[in-house]
């Protein structure tokens, strides 16, 4: 948008067949400022965009608005009805006799614009949650349960307008702020958050969301219920449905794990994804915090950001959200490690391990979702039709009540499964299908596999031979000991087992 003024009068913006069926068109009048008289304007409502033209020629637009930074409000001054908005240090009025009309506009306006009425619309109540927005602020955003006027709860949280000395942080913060707004505003499904209202003060900001009756995906009430293999399918099913749903509207949320996700009245299969603070529009170049996320969870085009300096898309949302399965299913963080230092280290590696004979069908599709490179990971959209969801489930699932480390994992399970870490060279002749991706491999592309040879022995034969590749980066230096070992373990099971046939 041009500074210095409340209306862009070019580059409008561009909208598709679906967005225009869902359009509010409406007369609106103004006083001149020099003789004062009545002058009659068209504006158009779609999105969150509020358009202009002049009465009878929507088709010819005069200017156009995002509303997301618009401020707003309402008032009634004898029978005339007063809608005013302000951008940019600049302010107009819209004007009417119409009830109805002003009421439906006051309702939309609302939310799409910051309102400053805070105090005299919402009541806050008890303090429900609190996070830090990032490493680089390191100040906490407080959530509150409150209520409105006519008494139906919401959940609020509370963003301090806090300043930093630096200005370009004060700046990427403020971009940040606007980008959260703006993901949930355009989002609208039954597993995002849903936005209602933005209020400012002099001192903090407030989202007004939805308030969700339920607990987080890892927490001790979520690990009591017994959930059927149906639910797991559906919480898996439903959760890439609000991915992909997230990158059609050309948005990365960032910081999906399993504190981000909310289980709706308790239920695995009512998932709903919160906690858009991260989130960006991929269209967008030069993005707020491009170094940002979990450690853990983030992807590791994101994590090496510093370093390659190459900008990345929504497939970070695919890798963070395969891993976030790996904590569901198995209870404990592939990549944590006794410090933060090495748990990104080993986070950016994009290797880690988990054993064949658990969930193997889940395995697949997982490791589909967790290649280390974006390019190589299937989509939102793919992995909808992955063969799992074609799977009959005949199982049951207990969330973890806690992240465990791997090595914690297999202490409290007594676990001594062998893995081989390696490039396994396949025939060219068979591949790498998918019986054998499914039931003993694991991450995290073709020259970095975790695999359990004692599983599908049939399989091996299609194996030529077992090579250490140390030139792959994703294979760390640090694991060559571990290679050697497993490459006599395999060479030593592959012989015992062609000696059966």
């Known amino acids: 948008m041009n500074s210095g003024k409340f209306w862009n009068n070019q580059n409008f913006p561009q909208f598709d067949h679906n967005e225009t069926q869902k359009v509010l068109i409406s007369t609106f009048y103004k006083f001149g400022q020099r003789l004062g008289q009545k002058c009659f304007r068209q504006y158009i409502l779609i999105r969150q965009y509020l358009l202009y033209s002049d009465v009878g020629n929507f088709k010819h637009i005069k200017g156009s608005v995002k509303l997301d930074g618009v401020y707003a409000s309402f008032q009634i001054s ?153 639910e797991l399918k559906s919480f898996i099913h439903q959760m890439l449905l609000a991915i992909k749903d997230i990158h059609q509207h050309n948005i990365m949320h960032r910081d999906i794990k399993p504190q981000n996700i909310m289980l709706k009245n308790g239920q695995l299969s009512q998932p709903c994804l919160i906690d858009f603070g991260l989130a960006v529009s991929t269209k967008k170049k030069g993005f707020p915090f491009p170094s940002c996320g979990s450690p853990g969870y983030s992807a590791p085009e994101i994590i090496r950001f510093d370093e390659t300096k190459k900008e990345y898309g929504g497939q970070c949302d695919i890798f963070s959200f395969g891993i976030t399965l790996v904590v569901m299913l198995y209870g404990y963080s592939p990549f944590k490690a006794q410090d933060q230092k090495q748990t990104i280290k080993r986070n950016a590696e994009a290797y880690f391990e988990f054993p064949s004979n658990i969930y193997p069908q889940e395995q697949h599709l997982i490791l589909q979702m967790t290649k280390k490179y974006p390019k190589d990971r299937i989509t939102a959209e793919q992995a909808l039709s992955h063969p799992f969801f074609q799977i009959k489930l005949n199982k049951t699932i207990q969330l973890p009540k806690a992240i465990l480390s791997k090595q914690q994992y297999e202490m409290s399970k007594n676990f001594n499964n062998i893995n081989v870490h390696a490039s396994l060279e396949m025939d060219r002749e068979f591949g790498l299908n998918y019986a054998i991706q499914l039931c003993s491999c694991s991450p995290q592309n073709n020259k970095n596999r975790t695999c359990t040879l004692s599983s599908n022995p049939n399989k091996l034969q299609q194996i030529d031979e077992f090579q250490l590749d140390c030139v792959e980066d994703s294979i760390d230096s640090n694991h060559i000991d571990k290679l050697k070992m497993g490459q006599r373990h395999f060479y030593k099971q592959k012989s015992q087992i062609n000696s059966q046939f």
């Open 78 to 230: 004898n029978s005339e009805y007063q809608i005013y908005l302000k951008n940019n240090g600049f302010q107009i009025v819209l004007c009417t006799d119409n009830t109805n009309q002003y009421q439906l506009w006051a309702k939309l306006l609302s939310n799409c614009c910051i309102l400053t009425t805070f105090n005299e619309d919402m009541i806050l109540g008890k303090l429900i949650g609190n996070g830090s927005f990032s490493t680089v602020f390191m100040h906490v955003n407080k959530v509150y349960e409150g209520r409105n006027k006519e008494g139906h709860v919401f959940a609020i949280k509370a963003i301090p307008k806090t300043r930093s000395k630096v200005s370009t942080i004060n700046k990427q913060y403020e971009e940040q702020l606007l980008s959260e707004i703006s993901s949930l505003r355009e989002l609208d499904h039954v597993n995002i958050l849903k936005l209602h209202r933005v209020y400012e003060t002099a001192e903090k900001l407030y989202l007004v969301t939805e308030f969700i009756h339920g607990y987080e995906l890892i927490s001790k009430a979520a690990s009591k219920p017994i959930f059927q293999g149906s």
